[in-house]
């Protein structure tokens, strides 16, 4: 804790939909900058339900502002802080089309209070998605006017003119040992529900990598809404489709990992997913027709190329030589989790000193 001459407060921002596991561990991860870092933690969660909160891991004490409604609350809460207040923007994807244009003034009216009080203003590792002229310009505003503003890939930097490079912050989610290599025998799949399904060029390809990697194929689900998608994989590549159902996300979490630990391979479109399972020492794989760029760019900035492959070009032989030239890259993955894991903990530990700095 930090020594303090009177009271000190801080205001995190930790919305997300609790049936996304991926938006979970990165919210969960800003809030541990957040931590101690004041003698109030303020967290605004949005409409988020119970088991949100849960997820977050949220320490007791803790304000907790609920919905939309809790908005001015915030802002009331923002502006009467003591002297220093710090305040943390919540990691991820970062909408700037028309029609967030109000938004991004609130956003930067908070950045101003902040600073005008002699506070921190911390925006954790993002992504900027579909920018448009005004938005993108009230947001530069709100970047520049923050001590510490982080960028999870080059083309948002380039875009956003200002702050710096750092890696996804679901990178600092905890390294595990998983299982050893030789003992690891499963090829995981998990794709997004809401795309269409792949052809029958892209499931041969899957099914005869596996065959020949003497892999067992197993689908699983790391956000709710892909779970129909998962089943109908496990029935087209003839894997084992494990279900989230009923199960609490926070052992669905856990399990999801200890199956990260045993396989060798993940496929999927899914950041987190891939995220977590390059921490549990699997080797991530994006192999789907026409990839959006957020992937590659994210794992790029750890120094991880080369992991994804469009497969709209129907081509099994194309996919299945990718596939065999991706297997043997677990050690290449290791080195550049680590080095992500580092870089995470420094800037963990700058904030640390600006703080202390500041407050002295």
Same mark, same amino acid.
């Given at each position: 804790?930090?020594?303090?001459?009177?009271?000190?407060?801080?205001?995190?921002?930790?919305?997300?939909?609790?049936?996304?596991?991926?938006?979970?561990?990165?919210?969960?991860?800003?809030?541990?900058?957040?931590?101690?870092?004041?003698?109030?933690?303020?967290?605004?969660?949005?409409?988020?339900?119970?088991?949100?909160?849960?997820?977050?891991?949220?320490?007791?004490?803790?304000?907790?502002?609920?919905?939309?409604?809790?908005?001015?609350?915030?802002?009331?809460?923002?502006?009467?802080?003591?002297?220093?207040?710090?305040?943390?923007?919540?990691?991820?994807?970062?909408?700037?089309?028309?029609?967030?244009?109000?938004?991004?003034?609130?956003?930067?009216?908070?950045?101003?209070?902040?600073?005008?009080?002699?506070?921190?203003?911390?925006?954790?590792?993002?992504?900027?998605?579909?920018?448009?002229?005004?938005?993108?310009?009230?947001?530069?505003?709100?970047?520049?006017?923050?001590?510490?503003?982080?960028?999870?890939?080059?083309?948002?930097?380039?875009?956003?003119?200002?702050?710096?490079?750092?890696?996804?912050?679901?990178?600092?989610?905890?390294?595990?040992?998983?299982?050893?290599?030789?003992?690891?025998?499963?090829?995981?799949?998990?794709?997004?529900?809401?795309?269409?399904?792949?052809? +029958?060029?892209?499931?041969?390809?899957?099914?005869?990598?596996?065959?020949?990697?003497?892999?067992?194929?197993?689908?699983?689900?790391?956000?709710?809404?892909?779970?129909?998608?998962?089943?109908?994989?496990?029935?087209?590549?003839?894997?084992?489709? +494990?279900?989230?159902?009923?199960?609490?996300?926070?052992?669905?979490?856990?399990?999801?990992?200890?199956?990260?630990?045993?396989?060798?391979?993940?496929?999927?479109?899914?950041?987190?997913?891939?995220?977590?399972?390059?921490?549990?020492?699997?080797?991530?794989?994006?192999?789907?027709?026409?990839?959006?760029?957020?992937?590659?760019?994210?794992?790029?900035?750890?120094?991880?190329?080369?992991?994804?492959?469009?497969?709209?070009?129907?081509?099994?032989?194309?996919?299945?030589?990718?596939?065999?030239?991706?297997?043997?890259?677990?050690?290449?993955?290791?080195?550049?989790?680590?080095?992500?894991?580092?870089?995470?903990?420094?800037?963990?530990?700058?904030?640390?000193?600006?703080?202390?700095?500041?407050?002295?």
């Amino acid at each position: 804790m930090f020594a303090r001459r009177g009271a000190t407060r801080s205001l995190v921002s930790l919305t997300g939909p609790a049936g996304n596991i991926g938006d979970a561990l990165i919210r969960r991860e800003t809030l541990e900058w957040a931590r101690e870092t004041s003698t109030e933690l303020i967290a605004y969660t949005g409409s988020a339900p119970d088991v949100w909160l849960r997820q977050l891991g949220m320490p007791e004490g803790a304000v907790v502002l609920r919905s939309k409604r809790s908005v001015a609350r915030w802002l009331w809460l923002l502006a009467t802080a003591p002297r220093h207040p710090i305040l943390i923007f919540e990691a991820g994807e970062i909408p700037l089309d028309r029609g967030n244009e109000l938004r991004e003034l609130v956003f930067l009216l908070e950045t101003l209070i902040a600073r005008l009080k002699g506070g921190i203003v911390i925006r954790p590792p993002r992504g900027i998605r579909a920018p448009s002229r005004l938005p993108l310009t009230v947001h530069r505003l709100a970047a520049r006017a923050s001590q510490i503003t982080l960028w999870r890939d080059a083309a948002t930097l380039s875009i956003a003119r200002c702050g710096r490079l750092a890696p996804d912050i679901g990178f600092g989610a905890g390294i595990r040992g998983g299982q050893p290599w030789q003992e690891r025998s499963e090829l995981l799949v998990s794709l997004r529900g809401t795309r269409p399904m792949p052809d +029958e060029a892209w499931v041969r390809a899957v099914r005869e990598y596996a065959d020949r990697a003497g892999l067992t194929i197993r689908t699983i689900v790391q956000v709710r809404e892909d779970e129909e998608r998962a089943r109908e994989l496990a029935d087209a590549l003839g894997g084992t489709f +494990e279900p989230w159902g009923t199960t609490d996300p926070l052992a669905q979490e856990e399990l999801l990992r200890e199956r990260y630990d045993g396989a060798r391979m993940v496929i999927s479109d899914r950041m987190h997913v891939l995220v977590l399972a390059a921490l549990s020492g699997a080797v991530p794989v994006e192999l789907v027709p026409r990839p959006t760029a957020k992937i590659t760019e994210a794992f790029a900035a750890i120094g991880y190329h080369g992991l994804s492959l469009d497969a709209a070009s129907g081509d099994t032989h194309e996919m299945t030589t990718f596939l065999d030239s991706q297997q043997d890259r677990a050690p290449e993955t290791a080195a550049c989790v680590h080095e992500a894991e580092k870089s995470l903990t420094r800037i963990h530990d700058e904030i640390r000193t600006i703080i202390s700095r500041v407050r002295a």
